[in-house]
């Protein structure tokens, strides 16, 4: 019996040099060339390396139970005269099998009998017995990686060797936002500990999986493991999102489209509504710019029929991403603004990405058709790419040129609306109690928690019990959008409502009911939305490349006057480079400056920044008296340029030294204020400001700033070739025939 186990051995043994070859003809699965040990932190893998040259069972460690033992050892002397007749043909038989599988490392992930657990824990005692002493050289050692919980229970299948070595193929990453290290490594199918010990070991930088990675560190990881970053506003990480549906039944009517404007900043979307309401809503907004999603309603007959129709305006710059997704998430129908001179910009492929994974309805307005430009067939093709055709190439997309100055083609716009609404048949059932979406939201400091809101089904009333995520309260107030104070408001109606007990969060659905406890079970379901906070933790927490752990941090305290502009405000920060200075949010909220907000920028050294709010005349003697750095903005670009500027003030400054002239120490004298270098100007000049360099037998000995030069005594600013002169600085060290390099320090443009 001891004879067929010691066979069995030798043939696992074989079988392994086997499966060494095999796996040796497929470079995909397994690469001998460096062989490496690879940990996972998060032990999704149970990874062992064996080197078979050196297998050996330590005779101390002995994981078999005594009834083990014992059936062993009688088995091992019923079978001693087999075993002694073949020792020499095992012997030989050993030493040929040991050279062929000499060297070999194998990476043990495989679900195979022949690496099963019983056979590498099956001691191996007795069965040494019979190798000749002259072999020992040959005796296996085994040795089994060090790694904590590792079980040989979770050995994988062989197509997974493929997962557990890094993918280092020239591949690229879409990046859309910055991630942490371990969105990171499944994104280039590194594990996450190799990762962390490159940041250690290359940056020098102590990292955990849930750290946060910046743009510029993400690039360079990327780049080592031969990845190349492609930034997009893709729609990866969108949520799923699926349209709520009024389904037709008796009590169904129909109900006014929502109609949402979206496209690239500049393309004229807000002079387009301008047109449609005949407004100027331009010249009310600060800086011309629209960095709010506001709701406005018409009325207009087509076909003889009085048609409704709510526009939505949305911002266009890149910052205000979250807004634009929100309109277009209660759309019916998006009009995506493009201007004819400058054709297909970003942010009109994120609206139609959108369009398309939304499956929206959406028109084509080509603006500013006034312009003398034939650039309308290039921006259909361009659009053709998308899987938008317009109708005159075939699809079913509707193209409108028009002019919002002229007022060309406005009130066909306003036709193929009401046109596309009709045919899409949008019902409601006003008897249903309230649901919709919560489009903003902020804090009024006499009301409180304002929202507003689109009721997309049923009627909201004053009086009705209103939830959103895990907050509840009593509607107390409707405003419409005129600003008149209403009772009721119904379907496809954007209305302002006081009545929640803390702010909403904007994005989120609201539901009404009839009683408390109904909404009391629906905030128990739902929990509030950690968008801010996970923002505020990205931008807190990141890893950046600089090696110097100390590096200096601008600590701000953010107040905005509602949550959409503090989300693109967090957005627009979150892409600024943190490699010189780290940006440390220490508070950010909306509403007025207040008391508290005082106090934690005294306590915390912290700089305030106010969008779209105001102080009151305590709040302002406060920061004056306590010399508290603040400004506030009204556009929010201005805010993002003035910190910027911030963090650059923290920067130290670089130069660039340009040689202006060189001098050979000829004597050196002692005087009251020091040592004196008597010199003579080789060539070029020497300045009282210039920046000198020592250097004795071509070693430097000392650099820095020139404190004096003189001449007979007499200071002077500047020494030309060929000169004498002496000359004083923070050295005392001077001796004959040291060489001096004069340089001009220009000041580098700072950069983050």
Known sequence: MFYKSYYFFQFKIFSITNLFYKLSYHEDLLLLKKPKLIYLIDKKYSTVVFNINTVAQDNS??????????????????NSVKYKNSKSKIAKSKRKEVNVIKDVKILNNVPDDLLAQDFLTEPNDKLYKGIPKSRKKFKLKQEISKNNDLSYNNIQSEENIKN???????????????????????????????????????????????QMLDTSTIQTIAKNYGFNVVKSSSLKQLPSYKKQEIKDSPMSE?????????????????????AILNTNLVRKEYGQITQAISGYEISFDYNYEKHNI??????????????????????DIILLVIAIDDGIQPQTIEVINYINHMTLSCIIVITKADKLSNNVNKIKKDLANYDLVCEDLGGKVPLVEVSSISGKNIESLLSKICKLSISKNLLADSKQ????????????????????????????????????????????????ISRIKISSSGPSSIVQILGFTDVPPAGSLFYSFNCEKDAKKYCLNHSHSKQLDNLLKSLNTRITLNLDS???????????????????????????SQYKVQINIVSANFGNISNKDIELALATNSFI???????TSHISSLLKKY???????????????????????????????????????KTVFNMNQGYVAGCTVNEGKLTKNSYIYVYRDSAIVYQGYINSLKRMKNDIQEVIAVTECGLTADFQLWKESDKIEAYDLVPKEKAL
């Open 61 to 78: 460690v002995n994981i078999s139970s005594k009834t083990d033992k014992k059936s062993r050892v009688s088995l091992y002397e019923q």
């Open 164 to 210: 557990l070595a890094p993918n280092y193929s020239h591949d690229s990453i879409t990046l859309t936002s910055p991630m942490t290290i371990q969105e990171l490594s499944v994104e280039l199918n590194v594990p996450n500990a190799e990762i962390i010990t490159y940041l250690f070991l290359e940056r020098g930088t102590a990292a955990t999986i849930n």
């Open 254 to 274: 129909r109900r006014s489209p929502i109609i949402t404007i979206l496209g690239h900043v500049d393309h004229g979307k807000t002079t387009l509504l301008d």
């Open 310 to 331: 709510i526009f939505l305006d949305t911002p266009g710059h890149e910052s205000f991403k979250k807004m634009r997704l929100r309109g277009a998430r209660v759309t």
């Open 433 to 480: 109690p309230a649901r919709g979406t919560i489009i903003e939201s902020y804090l009024d400091k006499q009301q409180g928690a304002i929202a507003n809101i689109l009721v997309q089904n049923g009627t909201l009333k004053v009086g009705d019990i209103i939830a959103s995520e895990n907050l509840y309260g009593k509607v107390k107030s409707i405003t419409n």
């Open 550 to 576: 100390n590096k200096k941090q601008l600590k701000l305290i953010i107040k905005t006057d509602s949550q959409g502009a503090l989300e693109a405000i967090l957005d627009l920060l979150s892409n600024i």
């Open 609 to 615: 920044v106010a969008f779209n709010v105001s102080a």
């Open 627 to 665: 010399k508290i750095s603040f400004k506030f903005f009204n556009i929010i670009y201005d805010l993002f340029e003035h910190i910027r500027g911030l963090m650059l003030d923290l920067i130290q400054p670089e130069y660039n030294e340009i040689l202006v002239g060189n001098a050979i120490v």
